[in-house]
């Protein structure tokens, strides 16, 4: 399937790039800083809003450790679970979240980390249903999550081809209604030299299905050229400062950056264009004072034969193209021909 439908937007290789503003668990357990994010998100011009629903105790052991990343941003003290818990919401605020978003024209995405997670989100009439890299080969969650009949949004950090290929696989298998798969490298921040962008045009060609890029380098310069490269989806972090602490803000874009990855992706769709090599009327001025015509090198007067020697080609180019040289020469002046003056057919015939 190469295009699919999310929340009426059809997504695929031609149109415009879906942006999803990833809130995460930037809101650090506070819906009002989570309402804060959807409304910066929407002002920033993204597509959609995606949070994270979980409960912690579903999702990690006690004696789970912090990533590396995690520990940098929020200390070593305390367990992931403990982390965790401080990020999670109450069941009842994703409903809060998605009027949010339908009020502000934006489509509410979440990400669910259990079964459970997964029915609260369908119940609630989500669009579609992103899978995180940590899930890919949990393929008992992928199956309850496709059984859903929603499109899946599925990134791909952290895995082989193969592990994509047994995601993918069950998800169609259980029903989702397409999937788009996104390439992605789990690490916060990403180093750009490990990006591996071209890995989108396999994802392609493994899968037929829309592919796209989840981003977690500095900055908007990677996710640029991922929509240069034909990304369907384009996923980024959102803060509202990334100082604040929790372990995702410092790999997240600020309001300011978010709308500036917009308009950079928006202006590389439009100079992306159909493939079609043709001049643009834009260059009608340019081509006319820039390029060269056949003139007369000397007076001809009419009825005369043009030789080669009667001919330069000379700007401006508003009258027969110089590789018409051929076809010119030994024609028979019609009009007297002054010195300098670009030829037309009508005055050699």
């Known amino acids: 399937m190469d295009h699919l439908v999310i929340a009426g937007r059809r997504i695929g290789p031609g149109e415009p790039c879906f942006l999803v503003a990833e809130a995460g668990v930037n809101h650090n357990g506070d819906l009002a800083l989570a309402n804060q994010l959807i409304e910066a998100a929407a002002a920033a011009g993204a597509d959609a809003v995606k949070f994270q629903t979980f409960r912690g105790e579903r999702l990690v052991s006690p004696?789970?450790?912090?990533?590396?990343?995690?520990?940098?941003?929020?200390?070593?003290?305390?367990?992931?679970?403990?982390?965790?818990?401080?990020?999670?919401?109450?069941?009842?605020?994703?409903?809060?979240?998605?009027?949010?978003?339908?009020?502000?024209?934006?489509?509410?995405?979440?990400?669910?980390f259990d079964e459970a997670s997964a029915d609260l989100l369908e119940a609630l009439g989500i669009a579609a249903f992103k899978i995180p890299s940590g899930e890919v080969t949990n393929l008992s969650l992928l199956d309850h999550v496709g059984r859903k009949g929603r499109p899946v949004i599925l990134s791909t950090g952290m895995s082989t081809l193969e592990e994509v290929r047994a995601a993918v696989d069950t998800l169609r298998a259980a029903g989702a209604q397409g999937v788009v798969v996104l390439h992605c490298v789990s690490s916060y921040p990403a180093d750009p030299a490990d990006v591996n962008l071209r890995a989108m045009a396999t994802l392609a060609a493994a899968f037929h299905a829309p592919v796209g890029y989840s981003d977690h380098t500095p900055g908007i310069e990677v996710a640029l050229a991922a929509a240069a490269l034909g990304a369907c989806v384009i996923e980024k972090h959102?803060?509202?400062?990334?100082?604040?602490?929790?372990?995702?803000?410092?790999?997240?874009?600020?309001?300011?950056?978010?709308?500036?990855?917009?308009?950079?992706?928006?202006?590389?769709?439009?100079?992306?264009?159909?493939?079609?090599?043709?001049?643009?009327?834009?260059?009608?001025?340019?081509?006319?004072?820039?390029?060269?015509?056949?003139?007369?090198?000397?007076?001809v007067p009419a009825g005369a034969r043009l030789t080669d020697e009667a001919l330069a080609v000379l700007r401006p180019g508003t009258g027969l193209s110089p590789a018409l040289r051929a076809r010119v020469v030994g024609r028979v002046a019609k009009v007297h021909i002054p010195a300098g003056t670009p030829l037309t057919w009508e005055m050699v015939g």
């Open 238 to 299: 959102v803060t509202l400062d990334r100082t604040l602490p929790g372990p995702d803000h410092r790999a997240s874009l600020e309001p300011a950056g978010f709308a500036a990855l917009v308009r950079g992706v928006r202006l590389v769709e439009s100079a992306l264009g159909d493939g079609r090599k043709r001049p643009m009327p834009s260059e009608a001025d340019t081509a006319a004072a820039a390029r060269r015509s056949l003139v007369a090198a000397r007076d």
């Open 63 to 112: 004696a789970a450790r912090k990533a590396a990343y995690q520990t940098a941003a929020t200390g070593a003290q305390g367990s992931q679970l403990d982390m965790l818990r401080r990020l999670e919401l109450p069941p009842e605020a994703f409903g809060d979240l998605k009027r949010r978003c339908d009020a502000l024209g934006m489509v509410f995405l979440s990400t669910p």
